[in-house]
């Protein structure tokens, strides 16, 4: 048994859609098809169901995967080895990466993946979404790390063509109030709700502030704007002292909360409704020729999880 078509199946298990599976493998949608058709024979049984509109794993699919899922680490574990054997030499890695890294573990994942492979230097630029897209399609970064959504945000198709697109994470907008907040104890709130309010949200000229802007025009409303900031910290301050409504994304708060010096700070958090999710993706330019450490940092990736 080949052990690549192992790691094929934890890929298609994650993707449930052969072309997706096919470019994260950087190979054919036929050689994948044909890889996981000789996996099956091998196994003795289907691991997918295929019909014209979609694929699922099977019952023997679902009990062959976590097993695959440790052979394919173990694969990435052995190919660690080898390319620090081979590569003695200081390579550079670009990455492009939104600003909350830590909430989501990235900084973490990044260390982790420099101690396993002490010859390759990440040089990491913090910048917003709209940039990363535009460094990867201008070949400025080898691979950004980026926030993005298919209901919320407007895409050139032809440039969204040109990147493939890892997910990592979903996380989703909820609304930080007051804690004396006439709505600060309701289990969600309709976003029409906040019509009358001033708002304090992230910074202009960012995909967050532009997310937020446009949910609430959708919600039937322009947010009143009074205070912009890239600092967190004073977005709640104006939350607590200045009587705005914020909007932020869930797992910046959890950061916050866990991290605070009491565990916690005085505002109240609510979801929203309709519900404003987004994906934390890693993305890298189809056409362009990746380096032996970018090839070997996105098969990482791919292991790694948020929690």
């Not at 797992?251 to 605070?260: N, P, Q, S, T």
Request: negative net charge; hydrophobic residues 40%; proline residues 5%.
């Amino acid at each position: 048994m080949d052990i690549s078509y192992l790691k094929e199946f934890v890929v298609l298990a994650d993707t449930l859609n052969f072309w997706t599976a096919a470019e994260r493998l950087y190979i054919g949608e036929s050689s994948l098809s044909k890889h996981i058709k000789a996996l099956e024979k091998q196994l003795g049984a289907p691991l997918f169901t295929r019909t014209s509109r979609k694929v699922a794993l099977t019952e023997f699919g679902q009990l062959m995967l976590p097993y695959a899922q440790s052979m394919a680490k173990l694969q990435y574990e052995y190919e660690s080895a080898a390319f620090r054997y081979f590569h003695h030499e200081m390579q550079s890695l670009s990455i492009s990466t939104i600003p909350v890294i830590a909430q989501y573990n990235i900084t973490e994942a990044f260390v982790k993946f420099q101690m396993d492979h002490p010859t390759v230097r990440l040089d990491i630029c913090e910048t917003d979404t709209q940039v990363i897209r535009k460094q990867l399609l201008a070949r400025e970064c080898d691979i950004g790390i980026y926030r993005d959504s298919s209901v919320y945000l407007e895409h050139n198709p032809d440039e969204e063509s040109q990147i493939v697109k890892i997910p990592y994470c979903t996380d989703e907008l909820v609304a930080v109030l007051p804690p004396d907040h006439p709505l600060a104890g309701e289990k969600k709130i309709d976003l029409v709700q906040l019509a009358a309010e001033q708002f304090s949200l992230i910074r202009q000229d960012t995909m967050p502030y532009d997310l937020c802007i446009r949910a609430c025009r959708e919600a039937g409303f322009h947010p009143k704007v009074v205070f912009s900031s890239h600092n967190l910290e004073a977005i709640l301050d104006m939350v607590r002292k200045g009587g705005c409504v914020s909007m932020l994304f869930s797992r910046h708060i959890a950061a916050l909360r866990r991290d605070g010096p009491d565990g916690g700070f005085s505002v109240a958090v609510v979801p929203v409704v309709p519900v404003i999710r987004t994906t934390v993706y890693l993305g890298y330019l189809k056409r362009a020729q990746l380096s032996p450490a970018a090839i070997h940092f996105i098969e990482y990736f791919k292991l790694i999880h948020p929690d």
